[in-house]
T-cell receptor, first 112, second 114 residues
Framework: AQSVTQLGSHVSVSEGALVLLRCNYSSSVPPYLFWYVQYPNQGLQLLLKYTTGATLVKGINGFEAEFKKSETSFHLTKPSAHMSDAAEYFCAVRSNDYKLSFGAGTTVTVRA | DAGVTQSPTHLIKTRGQQVTLRCSPISGHKSVSWYQQVLGQGPQFIFQYYEKEERGRGNFPDRFSARQFPNYSSELNVNALLLGDSALYLC?????????????FGSGTRLTVV
């Protein structure tokens, strides 16, 4: 079985401040982990993914995430928020070959 | 290169009707998956097809069916529509079925059932 919990359905940050989105997962096998971003009325865009190897993963738009097996976490960060980062973010886990399981999502608002 | 294309982008149906949604994967991608995203929730897995065979099915009723064609495009069919079927339906393609392959998602079809 696999599942994802995203802590905090809404996060509000000031422009230039740190963005931190929390994700915890459960998986019966070593997981592959993903973060996606969704802008209004659009599909999902892959930000970054962890499969194997280095536990700190860098993605697009200045985002990065760290896989911590002991904490079953895969938190997403960006050092300095930009207005264009306002969107909904989804963490997802893939434990088998055919299914991505998504969290409920975190909506990010960026204040000027 | 064209991304994953879905059609139509929006449609409105009446309860009890049937609907067909279409998806064209990225050229060279042989796997297509379908997800349902209800407003305010994360996407839920419906089906995965690889090389025209069903590889996985989510927890959806038999009213939901899909198929993949020789050119790897796919259709999702939903019969006897219910109000609860109103959602954004996302199609995703990948090179293969192995979990290491990332998905590329289309922009979705917004289905409204009235």
């Amino acid at each position: 079985a696999q599942s994802v919990t995203q802590l905090g359905s809404h996060v509000s940050v000031s422009e230039g401040a740190l963005v931190l989105l929390r994700c915890n997962y459960s998986s019966s096998v070593p997981p592959y982990l993903f973060w996606y971003v969704q802008y209004p009325n659009q599909g999902l865009q892959l930000l970054l993914k962890y499969t194997t190897g280095a536990t700190l993963v860098k993605g697009i738009n200045g985002f990065e995430a760290e896989f911590k097996k002991s904490e079953t976490s895969f938190h997403l960060t960006k050092p300095s928020a930009h207005m264009s980062d306002a969107a909904e973010y989804f963490c997802a886990v893939r434990s088998n070959d055919y299914k991505l399981s998504f969290g409920a999502g975190t909506t990010v608002t960026v204040r000027a | 290169d064209a991304g994953v294309t879905q059609s139509p982008t929006h449609l409105i149906k009446t309860r009890g009707q049937q609907v067909t949604l279409r998806c064209s994967p990225i050229s060279g991608h042989k796997s297509v998956s379908w997800y349902q995203q209800v407003l305010g929730q994360g996407p839920q897995f419906i089906f995965q097809y690889y090389e025209k065979e069903e590889r996985g099915r989510g927890n959806f009723p038999d009213r939901f069916s899909a198929r993949q064609f020789p050119n790897y495009s796919s259709e999702l069919n939903v019969n006897a529509l219910l109000l609860g079927d109103s959602a954004l339906y996302l199609c995703a393609s990948s090179l293969g079925s192995d979990r290491a392959y990332g998905y590329t998602f289309g922009s979705g079809t917004r289905l409204t059932v009235v």
